[in-house]
C-alpha cells in the first residue's frame, strides 16, 4: 500500500506574501474607510445640532445695560422736564420743558442743537403725549388752550455724512384749541390721535372732568383736514382724578382716581362700563399703556407692575388683570413702553430701572441705574438706547442689548392670555402689518400638527405597509414577489411635492365631494376581499388551481376597484337618505364639526402613500430574512400558514418591523411639501380629523423666506427646527432601545 | 370539497386574503 503523503505547500511565495499584504491594507483601508465615515456622520450630526443652539441661544440671554455718557441737563436747567425722546437713530434727542422751550440735543455729548419755543400764551400748565412713536404731544395753558406739536428729523447725507436735522411741526394750527367752553385752566390732559378721529380730555383746578372728541374729515378738494367737535357726555366718576387714558380704538376711557379707582368708561354710548378697586394692589404710583395701547400698565407702590386689558367675556366688557411683573424696587415711579416690542421699562425707586417683555412675562433686566432718583427717561425708537434724567440734574446715556425679549418658556409652552383674547391660548401668529402687533410663539400649535400629521399618516400606511409586507414575503409567490416589491418600492421615487399638489388640488375637493363614498370604501372594500376569498375557497379545485399559489393578488386587483367604484357611486344616494344630501353640511350644521377642505385626512392619505414605502421595504426584508427552518417546523408540527406567521415568523421579525415603523413615523414628522400644499397650514391645536394643521416643518418652509436674518423670528424657526430635530432624535432613540429588546427576546428563536 | 365559513375563519385564510389585500390596494395606489 502506497503511502499518502500532503503534497509540499509553500504559503509564503512572494506572489502570495504580495496578495496577503495587498489584503491586511485593504483591510485597514476599508476599516479606517468605515470608520472615517461613521465618525463623519456623527460629526455632521453634532455639528447641526450646535448649529441650531448657536441659533437658538441668544434669545435666552437676558438683557444688557451699559452706560456710555453723561452730562448736565442741556436747556435752561431752572425749568423743570416735560418729557424726554429720542430719533430713530439714536443720534439726537429731545428734552421738553415747562417753560415752553423744546431742547433738541446730541445724544452723545448733551450739546444742544437747535431750541424751540411753543407759540402758547401763559405757562403750560398740563402736558400729553399721544404716543412716543407717534412724536405728538400736546400742551395746555393756564387759559384753557390746547397746543398739539409733532417733533419730527430729517434725514440729509451732505459730505457722505449723516446729518439729522430736528424741526416741530403744528399739526393743527399755532392756535390751539380750547376744550372747556370758557378760559379755565387745565391741569390735568390727556390725548389720544388716530387716523379718523382725535379725543381729548382736560381736568380743571375743581377735579371737572370734559372730554371732546374731534372726528376728522378731509376737505376733498385742498386735502386739508378739518376737526369737527363733539362733545362727550360723561357719567358721574367717583374720587379725584390722577390720570386719564385711551385705548387705541378710542372705545374705551381709563380713568385714575383716588390713586386706587380704576374707572372704565364706555365711548361707544358715554357709560361707566366698570369701576375697578385696586387698593389690593396698593396705591397706584404710575400708569401707561404699553405698545398698541390696548393694555394699561400700573405700577405701585410696593414695587409691583400689572398689566390689565379689556376682555369680551359672555357678551360683557370687563378690564382684566393679565399679569404681574415684580421689581427689586420698593417703587414703581414710572413705566414707558417700547415703541415696537411689548417690552416695557420701569422706574423704580433711587435710580432703579427694570425692562420686562408683557407676552412673555418675562424681567430681562432688573438693576439700579444711576445714584438718584429717576425723574423722566425715555427709550429710542429701536430700543438701543435709554435716556435717564435723575433728581441730581443730569442725564445718563446707556446702550441697551435686548434682542429677543419675546421669547421665554411659557411664551412658548404654555397658554399665553394675549390682548384682545378672552382667554389664555396656545397660538402661533409671527407677523403681521401693523408694527403694534404682539407676535404669538407659542411651538405648541405646530408641534400638535406635526404629530397629529404623522399620526393620521401612519394610521394609514402602517397596516397597508406591514400587511402588505407579511403577504409578499411569506405568502406570495417568489415570481410575483420579485416584480411586486420594486413597483411598491417605486411609490417612494414620487416626489413628494407632487403628492402634495395632486392631494391639494385632486384629492381634496374628490374627498369633500364623496366623503361617504371614503368611508364606506373601508367598509366595502374589506367585504369583497374577505367574500371574494371565500368564494374562491369553494370554487371547484380545476378553477382554483388555474391560479398558482400565492398569486392571489392578481385577482383581488379588480374586485378591489370594483368595491370602491361602487363605494363612490353609492355613496350620493347614502348621503341623501342619511345625512340630508351632504355628510360635509351634517357634519357643520348637526354636529357642529368644523370642515375645511384641505384637511389631516387629506394629508393621511397623501403623506400615507409617501411613507408606505419606506415601512413596507423594511417591514418585507425583516419578515423575509426568518429562516426559513422555523416556518418549517411550525407547519410540520401541524400548525396553519397563518398560525406560522402569528406566532413565529412575526415575533422574530419583529425588531425589524418595529424598526420599519419608527423610521415611517421620522419621515411622517419631518414631511414638508406634502403637508404644506395638502393642508390649509391653520396653527391650530384641534385633533379634528376634518381640521387642517400647520407643520413644524411646513412652517419652516412657509416662513423662513420672510424672516429677517437675526430676528427673533428668524431665530424662533431655527429652534423649531431643533424641536423638530429632537423629536426625530428621541423617536430614533427609543426605536432603537425597543429593537435591542426585542431582538434579545426572539433572537434566540 | 365544499369549506364551511367556519372553517374557513379557523384556517386564518381571511387574515390571508387581508393581507394580499393591503398589497392590491399599494399596486393600485402606484399605478394608479
Not at chain 1, 425749568?79 to 439714536?90: G, I, N, P, R
Not at chain 1, 390751539?176 to 370758557?182: L, P, V
Not at chain 1, 378697586?277 to 405698545?291: D, H, W
Not at chain 1, 414628522?669 to 376634518?690: K, R, S, W
Request: contains cysteine; hydrophobic residues 50%.
Amino acid at each position: 500500500m502506497s503511502k499518502i503523503t500532503a503534497p509540499n505547500l509553500d504559503f509564503n511565495t512572494p506572489a502570495l506574501k504580495r496578495h496577503r499584504a495587498l489584503r491586511a491594507m485593504k483591510d485597514k483601508m476599508a476599516k479606517w474607510g468605515i470608520a472615517f465615515g461613521g465618525i463623519s456622520i456623527i460629526g455632521a450630526v453634532m455639528l447641526i445640532f450646535f448649529y441650531l443652539l448657536y441659533e437658538v441661544a441668544p434669545m435666552f440671554v437676558p438683557a444688557d445695560v451699559k452706560q456710555v455718557a453723561q452730562y448736565e441737563l442741556p436747556g435752561d436747567k431752572s425749568s423743570a422736564t416735560l418729557m424726554l425722546a429720542s430719533e430713530e437713530q439714536a443720534e439726537v434727542a429731545l428734552r421738553v420743558q415747562d417753560n415752553k422751550q423744546l431742547t433738541f440735543f446730541n445724544i452723545e455729548s448733551g450739546q444742544a442743537i437747535l431750541t424751540e419755543t411753543l407759540p402758547l400764551q401763559g405757562d403750560i400748565s398740563a402736558f400729553s403725549l399721544n404716543t412716543q412713536a407717534s412724536r405728538l404731544m400736546a400742551f395746555a395753558n393756564d387759559s384753557g388752550q390746547v397746543l398739539l406739536a409733532k417733533h419730527n428729523y430729517k434725514v440729509t447725507y451732505p459730505n457722505d455724512k449723516r446729518l439729522i436735522s430736528p424741526w416741530l411741526e403744528y399739526p393743527y394750527g399755532e392756535e390751539g384749541f380750547q376744550i372747556f367752553e370758557d378760559d379755565r385752566a387745565i391741569k390735568l390732559l390727556s390725548i389720544r390721535d388716530g387716523e379718523e378721529a382725535m379725543i381729548a380730555a382736560a381736568v380743571d383746578e375743581n377735579g371737572e372732568l370734559n372730554v371732546i372728541r374731534y372726528v376728522k374729515e378731509e376737505d376733498f378738494l385742498s386735502e386739508e383736514v378739518v376737526l369737527e367737535r363733539e362733545d362727550v357726555s360723561l357719567p358721574n366718576i367717583a374720587g379725584k382724578i390722577n390720570q386719564v387714558e385711551f385705548d387705541q380704538a378710542m372705545q374705551w376711557m381709563f380713568i385714575l382716581a383716588d390713586s386706587r379707582l380704576l374707572h372704565v368708561v364706555n365711548l361707544r354710548d358715554d357709560s361707566l362700563e366698570q369701576t375697578v378697586n385696586l387698593a389690593e394692589y396698593g396705591k397706584i404710583t404710575s400708569l401707561n399703556m404699553l405698545l398698541g395701547e390696548n393694555s394699561i400698565m400700573l405700577g405701585t407702590a410696593n414695587g409691583l407692575v400689572s398689566q390689565w386689558f379689556m376682555v369680551r367675556e359672555s357678551g360683557e366688557w370687563r378690564l382684566q388683570n393679565i399679569r404681574q411683573f415684580e421689581t427689586t424696587s420698593e417703587l414703581v415711579s414710572g413705566i414707558e413702553s417700547e415703541q415696537r416690542r411689548k417690552g416695557f421699562y420701569v422706574a423704580g425707586k433711587d435710580g432703579h430701572m427694570a425692562i420686562f417683555h408683557s407676552t412673555a412675562h418675562r424681567t430681562l433686566f432688573d438693576e439700579k441705574l444711576v445714584d438718584s432718583q429717576i425723574t423722566h427717561f425715555t427709550v429710542s425708537p429701536r430700543a438701543k438706547d435709554l435716556l435717564i434724567e435723575s433728581a441730581d440734574g443730569k442725564l445718563t446715556h446707556f446702550k441697551v442689548e435686548n434682542e429677543h425679549p419675546e421669547i421665554s418658556w411659557a411664551s412658548m409652552w404654555d397658554e399665553v392670555w394675549y390682548e384682545g383674547y378672552s382667554e389664555a391660548d396656545y397660538n402661533w401668529q409671527s407677523s403681521a402689518s401693523s408694527s403694534d402687533f404682539e407676535p404669538k410663539y407659542s411651538l405648541v400649535p405646530l408641534a400638535f400638527g406635526t404629530l397629529k400629521g404623522a399620526f393620521y399618516a401612519m394610521l394609514l400606511a402602517a397596516p397597508l405597509a406591514i400587511c402588505g409586507a407579511i403577504y409578499t414575503a411569506y405568502f406570495m409567490a417568489p415570481a410575483l414577489r420579485r416584480k411586486v416589491k420594486p413597483i411598491i418600492e417605486l411609490m417612494e421615487a414620487l416626489p413628494t411635492v407632487i403628492l402634495g399638489f395632486l392631494a391639494g388640488l385632486a384629492l381634496a375637493p374628490f374627498i369633500e365631494n364623496n366623503l361617504l363614498g371614503i368611508f364606506a370604501m373601508l367598509v366595502v372594500a374589506p367585504i369583497a376581499m374577505l367574500a371574494f376569498g371565500f368564494t374562491w375557497a369553494n370554487l371547484p379545485a380545476k378553477i382554483r388551481h388555474a391560479l398558482p399559489e400565492g398569486w392571489d393578488v392578481l385577482p383581488l386587483i379588480p374586485v378591489i376597484i370594483l368595491s370602491v367604484w361602487f363605494a363612490i357611486e353609492v355613496s350620493p344616494s347614502l348621503e341623501g337618505v342619511f345625512f340630508g344630501g351632504s355628510m360635509v353640511d351634517w357634519l357643520n350644521n348637526e354636529m357642529g364639526v368644523s370642515f375645511s377642505q384641505r384637511n389631516a385626512l387629506i394629508v393621511g392619505l397623501a403623506m400615507g402613500f409617501a411613507v408606505i414605502p419606506t415601512i413596507f421595504s423594511i417591514a418585507e426584508d425583516a419578515i423575509f430574512s426568518v429562516p426559513k427552518s422555523l416556518s418549517y417546523g411550525s407547519l410540520a408540527l401541524g400548525a396553519t400558514p397563518w398560525q406560522t406567521m402569528v406566532k413565529v415568523v412575526l415575533p422574530t421579525a419583529s425588531p425589524g418591523i418595529f424598526s420599519a415603523l419608527m423610521i415611517g413615523l421620522g419621515r411622517a414628522v419631518g414631511e414638508t411639501m406634502i403637508v404644506l400644499m395638502a393642508t390649509g397650514n391653520t396653527p391650530i391645536t384641534d385633533i379634528n380629523i376634518f381640521e387642517g394643521m400647520r407643520t413644524l416643518a411646513a412652517n419652516i418652509a412657509v416662513e423662513i423666506p420672510e424672516s429677517e436674518v437675526g430676528s427673533t423670528h428668524y431665530r424662533i424657526l431655527f429652534l423649531t427646527g431643533f424641536v423638530l430635530f429632537l423629536f426625530t432624535f428621541v423617536f430614533n432613540t427609543a426605536a432603537e432601545t425597543v429593537r435591542q429588546r426585542l431582538r434579545t427576546k426572539y433572537g434566540q428563536l | 370539497m365544499k369549506v364551511s365559513f367556519k372553517d374557513w375563519i379557523k384556517s386564518g385564510s381571511p387574515f390571508i386574503w387581508l393581507n394580499a389585500g393591503a398589497v392590491a390596494i399599494s399596486i393600485i395606489m402606484v399605478i394608479g
